[in-house]
């Protein structure tokens, strides 16, 4: 037996705003600006909901009803037919308020008891590579996890992270946040002679990882409706005997479910292909469909999947992630919101985080790739923007909105963020004896800061404060000018070093004390 394992990525970003700027202006000169009139400001959402809705109507709704008159049909037969959906959370929240049916047709599915949801990241972002410890990757997670249960009562045991991107280190991860299976790209260069029609596992643990067949899902999901394509037109008898002609365990399909309608039209053929396909497939003896979890348990493992974390794969372009961490603009937006982090978790509050998180979402990385041929075409077709320059620029323009926010609220309240903040090794204080004789000790906020004050040697407190390295950090590091200009006092007096470090001590002892 061979079982077919469809799974349908079910995700639609929120795209971001040119006139941001424009937008904030505009409400400014009516009164205070709120947290939810950043937020839309930022987020074109008269383009989102005119994509939900196009979609919905194009693709979400008639596929849906079409897959559900599919279960119904088959659910009494001696085999039945059974999908997978990974649905983004950000998707779930732009149907609710624009196209709520979308959802009960979900819900529907979920209901026959033939259909496996998948769990991923919340905002479909690059979660996995904010540090530190996968902690950003966690709360994603679990915040879909709960959404999951909260909208359809369910609890997934099978999880992708966001565009299949894995190593051996996700892996083990998410084996320990309790999954049973996770889904990822069988990638040539990892497989090297195998075939990824079965169930493998990491080589660090014992989670049961499926690779995706792409030759076969992308013959969907990329070349139904290519004329040009020498196996045009693609029917579902003849998909369904290359399925039965194919060896192995598992055939795991995972494609873009907006391939029905929105990226294959419907005069395409592709409602009629996907309404016929289950029953082509189930005529073949050996051949049926089932979940991603069912398949990975019905069958052994045949070998372990080695990806190791400075080869982290995925399922677009050259099957890496330089689709979004490829070229200098991406990268350097990246670092522009990993360098944030410390501060918004510092300030604490759910609306400054969701604007974070907000722009943590792949798509706004994707949009600034750089590439050539046919990978240039399939970026540019999803990309709402001109090009690659003009989409790093707006997604700058929303990180400077942020970054402005975040300043405001450091003025509000100095001593929580300088105190509490838990900086990154590269934002940390480092002290030093003299040039170039690091001692290994590094403060990352202000408070841990004056506790080490007392431990490091008194020749390095007078080093960095004679050097201005001290109040150099608490400015630009903290945002505390005011302070760092009162030590810059301290520093001047003609005073011995002893006196200097006790007034250095007294003076921050009494700005933590007295702004608590």
């Not at 359809?152 to 309790?178: H, K, Q, W």
């Not at 070349?223 to 693609?234: A, M």
């Amino acid at each position: 037996m061979t079982d077919v394992v469809f799974m349908f990525e079910v995700h639609q970003p929120y795209r971001l705003d040119k006139r941001a700027y424009e937008k904030l202006l505009e409400k400014a000169l009516k009164g205070d600006i709120t947290y939810s009139d950043i937020e839309e400001a930022i987020l074109d959402n008269g383009l989102n909901k005119l994509v939900m809705e196009r979609a919905g109507k194009r693709c979400y709704i008639p596929a849906n009803k079409i897959i559900l008159d599919n279960i119904n049909s088959l659910k009494n037969s001696r085999k039945s037919f059974k999908v997978s959906y990974s649905i983004s959370g950000v998707f779930i929240e732009q149907a609710i308020k624009w196209m709520p049916e979308i959802i009960d047709s979900f819900k529907k599915l979920v209901d026959t008891g033939f259909v496996e949801l998948i769990e991923q990241t919340y905002y479909h972002s690059l979660a996995v590579f904010i540090p530190p410890d996968f902690n950003e990757l966690r709360e994603q997670v679990y915040e879909h996890r709960s959404l999951m249960k909260e909208v359809f009562g369910y609890e997934p045991v099978s999880i992708e992270n966001t565009e299949f991107m894995y190593n051996n280190d996700v892996a083990c991860f998410f084996e320990r946040l309790g999954y049973k299976v996770v889904l990822t790209e069988g990638v040539d260069r990892v497989l090297g002679w195998r075939s990824p029609n079965y169930v493998y596992r990491s080589p660090l643990c014992s989670i049961r990882v499926l690779t995706r067949n792409y030759r076969l899902s992308d013959d969907i999901g990329y070349r139904f409706s290519d004329k040009n394509w020498d196996q045009y037109p693609l029917t579902a008898d003849k998909y369904a005997a290359w399925l039965a002609s194919t060896p192995g365990d598992v055939i795991f399909i995972a494609i873009d479910y907006e391939t029905f309608g929105e990226h294959h039209w419907p005069e395409t053929g592709i409602y009629e292909f996907l309404r016929w396909l289950p029953f082509e497939i189930l005529k073949w003896e050996h051949l049926s469909t089932s979940t991603p979890f069912e398949a990975a348990y019905k069958y052994p493992v045949r070998d372990v999947y080695d990806v190791p974390p400075w080869n982290t794969i995925s399922w677009a372009d050259e099957r890496d992630v330089s689709a979004w961490l490829g070229n200098y603009m991406q990268h350097n937006a990246f670092k522009m919101l990993i360098d944030l982090k410390p501060y918004v978790d510092a300030i604490g509050k759910p609306e400054v985080t969701r604007l974070w998180k907000l722009l943590t979402i792949s798509d706004h990385y994707y949009y600034i790739a750089t590439k050539f041929g046919s990978i240039e075409q399939v970026h540019s077709y999803f990309s709402p923007y001109k090009n690659a320059p003009d989409a790093y620029a707006i997604l700058v323009q929303a990180l400077s909105i942020l970054t402005n926010l975040i300043a405001q609220e450091i003025m509000k309240n100095p001593v929580k963020i300088a105190a509490n903040i838990v900086l990154p090794d590269n934002k940390a204080f480092h002290f030093y004896a003299g040039e170039g004789m690091y001692l290994g000790i590094r403060a990352h906020n202000l408070k841990e800061f004056l506790e080490l004050l007392d431990r490091v040697p008194l020749e390095s407190v007078i080093y960095h404060l004679h050097r201005g390295d001290i109040q150099a950090w608490i400015e630009n590091v903290l945002g505390l000018k005011d302070l760092s200009r009162r030590i810059s006092e301290i520093a001047m007096q003609k005073v011995d070093a002893e006196t200097k470090k006790s007034l250095l001590i007294k003076e921050i002892k009494y700005f933590l004390s007295s702004n608590a």
